[in-house]
């Protein structure tokens, strides 16, 4: 079984500051990590992705992401933080499945909220 | 750029009424997913396909059906709609490997009144 834990529905940074959206999974094997993003009534977008390469993953938009496996956690970050960023963000973890489908298992999400 | 489209974007429809939601992709890709996602929720897959003519349901019990006659196309269907299926239904793709990122499309609010 594997699941994602996103600690804290809602993070507000002020423009300019670090993000910093943290993801916690649990997975019986090796996992695929994920993060995506979703503005106002739109789909996923897809930001980065780890697939046991190099731990630290640079995505779109300037952020990036680190496996730690000792943590079991794959946290979200972004140095300078932008007006554009305010959005949900969704981390989610797959593993191969038995049969040919592999299923991606999705947080909660967090909402980040950039001020001025 | 979207090339997976989901209409209709928003429905208001009446209990009891049939209906169905689209989704097409215009990648090519083998394998399609439908989500159901309400405020504050995790996303739940209802149901996925991995190629023509096969259909699996997911981890979040619907009673809503799907079917995968051609590649490009993945509808989902509700024979009587209630007011518990108000949510917003979002579809997705993704090429094969087990590591294949999803796309999505921009989803459908269904609202049953």
């Known amino acids: 079984a594997q699941s994602v834990t996103q600690l804290g529905s809602h993070v507000s940074v002020s423009e300019g500051a670090l993000v910093l959206l943290r993801c916690n999974y649990s997975?019986?094997?090796?996992?695929?990590l994920f993060w995506y993003v979703q503005y106002p009534n739109q789909g996923l977008q897809l930001l980065l992705k780890?697939?046991?390469?190099?731990?630290l993953v640079k995505g779109i938009n300037g952020f990036e992401a680190e496996f730690k496996k000792s943590e079991t956690s794959f946290h979200l970050t972004k140095p300078s933080a932008h007006m554009s960023d305010a959005a949900e963000y969704f981390c989610a973890v797959s593993s191969i499945n038995t049969g040919t489908a592999s299923k991606l298992t999705f947080g909660t999400g967090t909402r980040l909220q950039v001020t001025l | 750029e979207a090339d997976i489209y989901q209409t209709p974007r928003y429905l208001v429809i009446g209990t009891g009424k049939k209906i169905t939601l689209e989704c097409s992709q215009t990648m090519g890709h083998d394998k399609m997913y439908w989500y159901q996602q309400d405020p504050g929720m995790e996303l739940h897959l209802i149901h996925y396909?991995?190629?023509?003519?096969?259909?699996e349901k997911g981890d979040l019990s619907s009673e809503s059906t799907v079917s995968r006659i051609r590649t490009e196309h993945f509808p989902l269907t509700l024979e009587s709609a209630r007011p518990s299926h108000t949510s917003q239904y979002l579809c997705?793709?993704?090429?094969?490997?087990?590591?294949?990122?999803?796309?999505f499309g921009n989803g459908t609010r269904l609202t049953v009144t």
């Open positions: 997975s019986s094997v090796p996992p695929y």
């Open positions: 780890y697939t046991s390469a190099a731990t």
């Open positions: 396909s991995y190629g023509v003519n096969s259909t």
């Open positions: 997705a793709s993704s090429d094969r490997g087990y590591n294949s990122p999803l796309h």
